[in-house]
Every structure is written in structure tokens, then in C-alpha cells.
């Protein structure tokens, strides 16, 4: 499939939304005033701003994309008033949980209908190992969640899957604990909670796989610039790789080396990617990032590679579709409790389109280069990257693609279309 858009351009991307919500809600637990820099303004971490204004924080809006944070210190939170509402993000409601299970209050938290189906067992097993009282619908399974938190202790937890919203929500709790809490990941999953909580004083350790915090009394203000998130980076960088002609620079995005299994994979299917003007903001690695499209091939991403494109999946199936032969991508089952089912959703869409694919429990593949037909409407199911994904395929290809609820793209990038919409026209 030869794409029928080339793209030129230099542009930026919103503040990275992992980084944005461990930065209010770091920040919210500080004693004194933080200032956040960059953050992202999307519905997911306007969700956490204001389970952290719930819990007694100041978080004021100085600009759009700039905080500036009263925090009340590890021990000095309020019971909120009412139930908190976790909207569609996933981040505020597991990492929080961590945060609400050392305090000596109730907390019920809840989402939207999308949320209310995603798993939290995972955060709930181990808090209630730590001490906690946690309670949800489902045998405790699934949002709304009863929280009623109080006095932990340290523990060390082997994780089942690797995963940095449980591995953080652990860490957020043994900040409280009685007793150093160790978590131990089968692979190593992203490290901003790490980073960013070392930077405010709290004390961190690293033993291979196994990361321990131990029992904090405060934490010091944050004074950072949020980089570009480099998972809304993806979907452009991957446009421009996949149409020969193309040359785009995104600017200031986060490059932590826990994230950049997209630019491997890319860089493994044939795709020219540079970092130019490599530098550090807030103890994050940042750069410029100059893509060049060109001809892709296949290439196949191992389980152990998962954790560090976890998120831009949908977006290399894109890859994979330009690409000449079968991509597979294994070790994935996490998709399937993302936002949607990442992987049904993909292939179902994908397979409207007429491009080859399949799913396996655990993963998906995609065989190209594929001609794109027009179709009916593809089904976002409500999940942002989805959603984006195929607006980035049907670009690529030029082929009118209808994509259902790309309403649920602001929770995480505002502003998508028209900077697409710029690109191509």
C-alpha cells in the first residue's frame, strides 16, 4: 500500500499525560508550592486535578497548560465531600487508589461507563494485602471503588504483569507504610513515578527488576516543564514514516528510555528516526524528533519489548499495515484491558478496511502493504487511541475513513484534528 499524503512540517504535542498526572498528584501531596509546567490540559489529568482539589489540594490554572499547586503534605489530605469522578482515566482512579489507601478516611471513586468495565483487581489485591479496605462491584473486581484506608504496612509484591500504574500505586501507598514496600516487575514498565518521587526527596531504590520506596515524612515541592508526550508524538511520527516524501520534526518530546519501544519497532520496519538536541527537563529526557518517511518491511515485537510501547500499539498497527509483510506483536494481553479491548478493537476495524489481520490471546498481527477500501464506520469504542489510529490510516492512505465517538479523543489530545487536518490539507 503506497500512502497518497506527504506530510512537512515541524509541530508540537500536548505535555506527556503520564507525567502530567504524577505531577499533580506528586505535587498535591508536597509541602508547599509546586509549579507544573507544559501540562497536559485533557479530560483524563483534569480528572486527577480535581480528585486532588477533593482531597483539600489548591490546583490553580495559572494558563491552560500551567499549575500551580498548594500541596498539603502526605498527612494533611481531607475526606472529600462526595464521590470522586475518575471519568475515563484509568490513571487517576488505579494510582489514586494508592494515594486514598493510606488515608484515615473514606473515598468512593467511580468513572464513566467505560471505565466502570475496566479491571482493578490488580490495585486491590495488593492494597488489601498492604491493609486497606477496599470494596467494588464484582467480587471487588470493577469501579465504583469503597476505599476506606488507614494504616498499612510494607510488603513485598510480585507483580503477575508488569504494569507502571499498580507498580505506582504501591509506591504512592508505601509512602505511608510502616515498613519499606518493595515491588518486584517481571519486566521493567516505564519509571516516571520512580524519577519524579526520588526528585522530591522520597527514598528509592533499585535491585534489577525490584524497586523499593521506603516510609517518607514529606516530600518537596516540584518545579518542572512536562515534555511532549511522546505517545501522541507517535501517531505523526508514524504518518510520516509510512508515506516516502514525508519529512516531519516534532519538537520537546519526553524520550525516557522506558517509552521509546515505538521508535525501535520503526526504526526495525525500515523508518528513518532521529533525536536532534538531546537534554533533560524535570530529570526527563528530552529531544526533538526529525522523521523521514520511507519503504517499511515487517518486523515482529517480543513480549519483553510490550511494556515500552504498551500505549502506541494501535498506532503501529498503522506501521504494520504500510509495511511489506506479516508484523506480529506478542505478550500484549494488557490491551485487552485498556481503555477498550485494543486488540479486538484493532483488528475489527482493520478488518473492515480490508487489510489482513488477526488476533492472538495475547497480541495481534497485521500483514501489508494492504489496499485500504472504504467502509462503514469504524468503531472507536470509545478509546482515544483507537480513534486516532485510524484518523492517522485514513490520512495515510487517502481514503475517507468514519470513525465513531472521536469525542473521546480530548482525553488525552485536544486539538488532534485540526493539527492533522493542517498536515495533510
Not at 505531577?23 to 501531596?29: E, Q, R, S, T, Y
Not at 520503526?266 to 533525536?275: T, V
Not at 537534554?279 to 529531544?287: I, S
Amino acid at each position: 500500500m503506497s500512502g497518497k499524503t506527504i506530510v512537512h512540517g515541524v509541530l508540537s504535542v500536548p505535555g506527556d499525560k503520564s507525567i502530567s498526572h504524577r505531577a499533580v498528584m506528586f505535587a498535591a501531596l508536597a509541602a508547599g508550592v509546586s509549579r507544573v509546567r507544559g501540562f497536559l490540559h485533557a479530560a483524563d489529568t483534569l480528572s486527577t486535578a480535581e480528585m486532588m482539589r477533593a482531597l483539600g489540594a489548591r490546583v490553580e490554572e495559572v494558563a491552560p497548560t500551567e499549575l500551580r499547586i498548594e500541596g498539603k503534605g502526605l498527612r494533611a489530605l481531607s475526606e472529600p465531600a462526595d464521590v470522586i469522578d475518575a471519568g475515563n482515566s484509568g490513571t487517576t482512579i488505579r494510582i489514586g487508589s494508592g494515594i486514598l489507601a493510606a488515608q484515615p478516611f473514606l473515598s468512593v471513586v467511580t468513572g464513566d461507563r467505560y471505565l466502570r468495565r475496566r479491571p482493578m483487581g490488580r490495585v486491590i489485591d495488593p492494597l488489601t494485602r498492604m491493609g486497606a479496605s477496599i470494596l467494588g462491584r464484582d467480587g471487588n473486581r470493577l469501579p465504583p471503588l469503597c476505599i476506606r484506608g488507614g494504616a498499612l504496612r510494607g510488603i513485598r509484591y510480585e507483580m503477575p504483569v508488569a504494569s507502571a500504574q499498580v507498580k505506582s500505586s504501591l509506591l504512592l501507598a508505601g509512602l505511608y507504610a510502616d515498613s519499606p514496600v518493595t515491588v518486584v516487575e517481571p519486566v521493567r514498565s516505564r519509571d516516571h513515578t520512580e524519577r519524579m518521587l526520588a526528585a522530591m526527596g522520597a527514598t528509592i531504590s533499585r535491585d534489577g527488576n525490584a524497586v523499593t520506596v521506603a516510609p517518607c515524612e514529606r516530600l518537596d515541592p516540584l518545579e518542572m516543564t512536562v515534555p511532549g508526550d511522546l505517545s501522541s508524538a507517535a501517531f505523526f511520527l508514524v504518518l510520516a514514516a509510512v508515506t516516502p516524501g514525508s519529512s516531519l520534526t516534532v519538537r520537546g518530546v519526553g524520550v525516557n528510555p522506558f517509552r521509546t519501544g515505538v521508535l525501535d519497532v520503526l526504526r526495525r520496519m525500515g523508518a528513518d528516526i532521529r533525536h536532534v538536541g538531546e537534554r533533560t527537563e524535570g530529570g526527563e529526557p528530552v529531544a526533538d524528533l526529525v522523521v523521514r518517511g520511507a519503504t517499511l518491511t515487517a518486523a515482529s515485537v517480543a513480549p519483553e519489548e510490550v511494556p515500552g510501547l504498551i500505549d502506541e500499539v494501535p498506532a503501529l498497527c498503522v506501521a504494520a499495515a504500510f509495511a511489506a509483510g506479516r508484523t506480529e506483536i506478542r505478550g500484549a494481553g494488557e490491551l485487552r484491558v485498556k481503555e477498550s479491548d485494543r486488540i479486538a478493537a484493532m483488528v475489527d476495524c482493520l478488518s473492515s478496511l480490508g487489510i489482513p489481520c488477526g488476533e492472538y490471546p495475547d497480541g495481534l498481527w497485521v500483514e501489508g502493504p494492504a489496499a485500504v477500501r472504504v467502509a462503514g464506520p469504524c468503531d472507536s469504542r470509545g478509546d482515544h487511541r483507537i480513534a486516532m489510529s485510524l484518523r492517522i490510516l485514513g490520512a495515510a492512505a487517502g481514503v475517507p475513513v468514519e470513525v465513531t465517538d472521536v469525542g473521546c479523543i480530548d482525553t488525552s489530545f485536544p486539538g488532534f484534528q485540526p493539527l492533522l487536518d493542517r498536515l495533510t490539507r
